[in-house]
Structures are given as structure tokens and as C-alpha cells.
């Protein structure tokens, strides 16, 4: 069998396209340049090959690869064909590449796959193909044209094209009749009236040559050449720990998630979105409760687990006892964290003693633990060891602070002593999976999909970081720098990142973790996107933000400093330099006791902090350990902090300035030329310097790890954004965040949602912020402008975001050209009266500026009392359906 290959790419002097597929005939063969932009090889196979994949790649002068968007065409050969044409188009990323997301193509548009109806048997044959995700159902795509076969231009005699292998369309037609040119295009009809509705931009599509008698030729167009999309949707934010129904055990789980599912689909909604979902068992405390920290980035977290998949316990005295539990902590306000996983886990080790040897002699249960065993293994003996040497920090482990395979291997044998305590991990992340995947399936029944969150760090003291090392730089810790959120910035305590050692390896361990999120999700935030830029690097010896730098960064030299004229100073700049009226203001009437505690005299009003309390980490133990007045410690940070520059890590002869710098002492003693001087190297630093570095920097990683699922990928883009930013998102068609009250143009003070982007995700708060309700009435000042100039209502504004104010807001919202207007829960309930919470800084999930919040929100509804709320849900249904959503 002969394959003729053929792709269309304009390549400059030195690059190469090559094809590359499953046959081994078709490993990576460089392709021949003919004329016009086209690359042909013909390859002959042997004639019992029936399917295969493949694509083409570009390789560079430099040879570095560029490979198409998505993923590899399919073909399929007939018994009598002994030559084929594979005419194809290169395939970019196309204007509609979120419509060829699992979000739309499983859920959104999902449509019903109908039987293969292409005919093979055809002497002489052309199969056309094309991509059109963002047909709905009720909606068919044909094929008119300038031959009889293709109804000479008769949009009512056009071809009805198949969808088997949505978003992909295809026709076979028989070609012994036709003459070239044959001319075609596609069209957009009504599958039930057989109309057409619209057909496609640009030119006619045209073969000039046609195949001989005895071939076949297979054309693929790329992507349908449509209008540009307007679909959108509305949806809910709440995290898991916060649904609440009747049968919770005080905490939300993946049960209760189906209730959630069902009250999106009643209202219109059609996305659930999630905090993340990870195990974040360290300490077994209420400290446990943040959601960014977790242990593992594959497990699920073991208290998410709906306990009602294990039925009743042997004993009524045991089911009893839990009945009383589980009505106990149900009916507290919000989450009692180390109640309730002192609760569940103890209904665990009964259900595991009862159940375990059972499960685990299932077939499902062996393929999953089959799949999964490359982390299931590694996690459940971190977790075993973390309890056995009640320390979560595994360099204390003795034996196994190192990772050892051989060693683990060992200790999780089905034949070790401690094998049923580390065997019930496995035994609760089978059930996890199947619950979680299962509402996932539920949701795109309904025509909703779950969009999950992906943490930008890893904690340092956890299984990935236990068994992987390597990938991870275990000396610094990230965080983001000052902003709306935190004036001090925000120090996580997650390592960096090794980019070089993912790199070589082709980033597995990020692409196994966005495979495993998409196991359960059809849409994903990325927490931080500008961790993939640039991170917020912090010194192990730093608690807050302000003396971290960005990495990687291009700092500079004293070399450069001075040729743009600042002279940099070891003792004026590079360390705190304290003088005596400083103290004064800062500490006031304490002064003289700040000065004789912590404190060295240098003479002539300048002090120098005592080498016990010279780094911020010093003086958080020592605050620590004699519960002093944070007020005291907090300006003792202050004085850590006050420096100009920061010196670089790898390089000690480069430097950065000092983030927000213009707030320090050092700064207000600096002469007005210099402060001028210092300013324009500080704005061209943070604001230009960096934009193509940290752009390339970004294009290194992103697309691969985009490419690696179906996902629907949106961005937490907020902060500190440079320029490059908006130009990559762009480049990948990733969805943006807009909030309003976090406008991205600095000279507003509310973003205008009727200016949204079309990519983007519009929503009125997020987890880390006020609820709308609670920022109105803590903003009294942003509350008046709001009221006069973005509602447009005159006189003095209510002090209580009233029913009719929150509606006015939501459905200004739900106007936004916005993809995705997705609102937490609590800014829906803001629009009724009698259902929403009396005291809405309860409502509140995280406040970012307090590193160690208890994240304890709760629905004060029940899910059964929300899906009967009738009022409420009518009004979201009608909204919805008059924006457009």
C-alpha cells in the first residue's frame, strides 16, 4: 500500500517538516519540499495495515522541534484501495481551540454518536474532513460544491457530513464522476428541517487534481471557517469542605457534590468550580484545613469521602454511635476540622476491618490500583510514616528520610507487619476516585462540568517532594509579592522549582499530574499562571514577602547600576541601616526598650539589629517561643526588610531591587535626584527589563502542559502583571479572570464588564476575597463610588448591599461577553433576603494576609433546602437565559 503525504507549511531556509506516525515505516521521516508551501514523501506499507495515527513536525536549523496542535489524525484504509493521498493541512492552534475542549465536546455540546456511516467501497474516492467543535445539537454540518456528487452548489442537495469522531466531521463521496477543479464548501444546516443556517467565510476550498482510478484521496481542511463564537455560560464556585446536606458528616464530600451538580442544572448553570481537592493531612489540626498545602498531588483528600459507599457496620451499637456523630457535627456552623477527621477516620479503620480484604479482591479495585500504584504506593507510606514518627518532616525519618524504592517496596509488602495500616490508603483512594469520577460523569449528564484548581506549589514536606527531590529547590520558598491582597506579600513555603531537570525529562511529573486532574475535571484553573513566568523566590531566613525576588530574573550588576547612575552602598543598601528617629516613629514610647532588647548602639543615632534577631526567621522563633506583641515583631520584620537592593542568590555581585522599596527608610533618605534615579531603574526593572525573557520562559513549558489534556484551561492572572503575560494567554487562547473591583488597567478604579474579552472567566469575588456583600460594607468609601458611578444611582449609597443592589450586580455580570460568568455561591444567595446569611463576613473562605486562616466556611443551607428554594432558582434560571447564558 502506497501512503502519499502531503502538508501545506511555509518554512523559512534551514527547517525541515517532517512525518511522524504509530507504523514503524513512519518514524519520524523527513518529508521533500515540492513548491508553494508543500511538503510531500511517499511511503509505501505493508498492505494488512488498517489503522494508524499520525502528524507532522518542524524541525529548526537549531533543531529544536515544533510540533501541530492537538492531537494525531487517525486513518483508516478499506481492503480494495492500494493507494492513498493524505492531503492535509497543518494544524495550529485554531481560533476555537476551547471548543475542542472535553468541557464542550463531553459536556456543553455534547452530542449522540451515531453509527459509521462512511462508505468505503467506492472505485475512485475523496473523504473530506474538517473541525467544527461549536456545533450544538439540532445542528448538522454538509458539504456543497461544483460537482453532482456535491449538489452543484444546491445547498438543499448538500452532503450531510458524520460526527462519529466529533469535533472532527467527515464525507466520503465517490469520485469516478467528477472533474477537476472540484470546488467546495462547508455549511452549517438544521439536522431536523434540513436548511441551512450558514455557510462557511473565505474562499471556495479546491482540488485541481484528482486521483487516478483505483485511489483514494483524503483531505483534511483544518477548521471550519465560521463566525466567531459566542457561546456562554454561567456557573458556581463553593469548595467541597463547604456543600452541607443532610447526610454530610460535618464536612462537604463528593457525595453532597451531586446535589451541588443538580442545583447547577436546575438554575442554568453549567460549571461547578472547586478549590483543590488534594490530601493535606500533616499535623491532623484545623491547620490542616488550607487547601494549597497538600501532601500528594494525586491523592484526594480522605475526609471528602462520602462514608455512605460502605452501608451499615455489622454492629447497630457502631452505627448508632456514628448516626449520633454524624447529626452532631452536621448541625455545627461552620467546619470543625479536627472533629470531624477525628470522626471520619475512626468510621474508616471499622470499614476498612470489615470491608478491606473484600475490596481489594475486586477486579475494579485491582485495575486501579494497577494504575495508580506509581503514587498510590509512595503516598500511603509517607502517609504511614508521617503517623509512626509523628512528624511530617520526613528528613526525621531515620531510615527512610532518604526515599527508597527497595525499602518502601518492602514496607508496604502485603506480607509486612504494618501492611493493613498502610493498605487502608489505598483502600480510601479507590473509593475517593470512584466518587469523585463518577459525580464528574454525573455533571456532564446534566450538560455541567466540574473545573478544578491546580495549586501552583508543592509543600516541602510532602510525597512528591519526599520522592522527587531533584525536581524541587528545597533552599528557597515561594510567594507572591505585595498586592491588593497582602501589602507585606505573601510567603506560601512551598519550594521552587527545578525547570532544567523537568525539562530534560519532558516534563512527566507535570504532565502526570494534569492527566490525573483530568480524570475528574473538564476545566482547570491555574492557580498563580505567573509561577510559569516568573516565581516570587523568598530566603529560607525571610517570614513575609518583601525580600524575595523574582525567578528567574536578570538582576544587575553594580557595573550597570552605576551606568545608569545609582552607586549601590553595602551599609546604606544592602542591610538595614536603623537610625534613631526611625525607632521613634515607628515604635513610639517602645522605642527606648526595642533599642536596649534588640538593638546594638553603632553610635551617632544608628543602631544594628543583634545577630540573634538579624533575619525574620530568628525573630518569629523568638516570638514564638515567649508569645510576645506581634505589634513589636511585625516592626521588627519592618526593620529586616528596610534595604534598597537584594542580592541575588547564584550571583552575589548582581542585584535586585527591593520590591515595593519605596515605602522604606532607606528610600526617604535617599537625595531627590537619586530617589528619581532609583525610580526609573526600579520601573524599567519590574516592567520591561523582563517581558521577552520571562515570555520565553513561559513558551517553554505552557504549551506542552496545555497540549497534554482536553481540558478547558483558564488562568488566575491577577497582581503584579508585566506586559508578556496578556501576550502569551493570548498565544495559547487560555481564559482570563476579570474582577471588577480589580481592574487590570490601573488609571480605573472598577474594571467595565461590558469590556471583558471574550476568553476570559467574569466574576464578582473569589475565595481569597470579601464576598460582594462583605466588601460593600467594608468599603464604605469604593461602596459610594460604585453605587454612583457604575449603577448609576443617585444619593448616598445603602450601608447594606441590599437584594435589589446584589441583583443589579449579578446580572451585569451575566451581560459580560465573558465566556464564563462564574460566581460563588454566597454572591448568588446575595439576591435573596430571607435565604441569604444574616452576618455575611461569615461567608468570608480565606483572608490571604493571615498565613495560618482556618478555612472553615460552611453553606448555611442545606443542598436539599437550596434545590427547593423555588423563588431563588426561578429568578438565577431567568437571568441566565435573558444574558445569553
Partial sequence: MILNFSVNYHTIWGQVIYVDGSLPELHEVEMHYKDN????????????????????????????????????RTFSANDQTKVYHLQDEWMGMPYDSSFFSSAFTKAFLVREQPKEEISKSYVTALTLKVFAPEISSGKALAVVGNQTVLGQWNEEKARVMSCAHFPEWEVTIDLSKCKAPLEYKFVVIDSKQMRTLQWENGDNRRLDVLPKKGEHIVVTNGVFRGNYPTWRAAGVAIPVFSLRSKKSFGIGDFGDLKKMIDWAAKTGQRIVQLLPVNDTTMTHTWTDSYPYNANSIFALHPLYLDVSVFGSFKNEKTNHHFEALQKQLNALDEVDYEAVSEAKWEFYRKAYKEQGRLVFETESYQHFFQDNSEWLVPYAAFCYLRDTYKTVDFRQWGDYASYDRVKIDALCHKHSKSYDEIAIYYFLQYFLDKQLSEASHYARSKGVVLKGDLAIGISPNSADAWTDPHLFNMDAQTGAPPDDFSFTGQNWGFPTYHWERMRADGFRWWKRRFTKMADYFDAYRIDHLLGFFRIWEIPMDAVQGLLGHFSPALPMSREELQANGFWIDETYHLQSYIRAYQLHEMFGEKADEIMQQFLIDKGNGVFDLKPEFNNQRKIEHYFN??????????????????????????DPNKF???????YTYSYRALSDSEKYTFDRIYDHFYYQRHNYFWSEQAMQKLPDLIASTDMLVCAEDLGMIPACVPYVMHQLQMLSLEIQRMPKDATVTFADTRHYPYLSVCTTSTHDMSTLRGWWEEEVAMRQRYFNEVLGQWGEAPFYAEPWICKAIVRNHLWAPSMLTILPLQDWLSMDGELRRINPQEERINVPSNPRHYWRYRMHLTLEQLLDSDALNDQIRTMIFETGR
Fill in 37 to 72: 508551501g508543500r511538503w510531500q514523501i511517499a511511503i509505501e506499507v505493508p498492505d494488512r495495515v488498517e489503522v494508524f495515527t499520525y502528524s507532522y513536525f518542524l524541525q529548526n536549523s537549531d533543531g529544536t522541534i515544533a510540533r501541530e496542535w492537538g492531537k494525531p
Fill in 625 to 650: 517561643e515567649t508569645q510576645g506583641d506581634p505589634d513589636i515583631r511585625d516592626g521588627l520584620y519592618a526593620l529586616v526588610a528596610d534595604v534598597l537592593f537584594v542580592r541575588d542568590k547564584k
Fill in 656 to 662: 535586585h531591587p527591593r520590591i515595593t522599596a519605596q
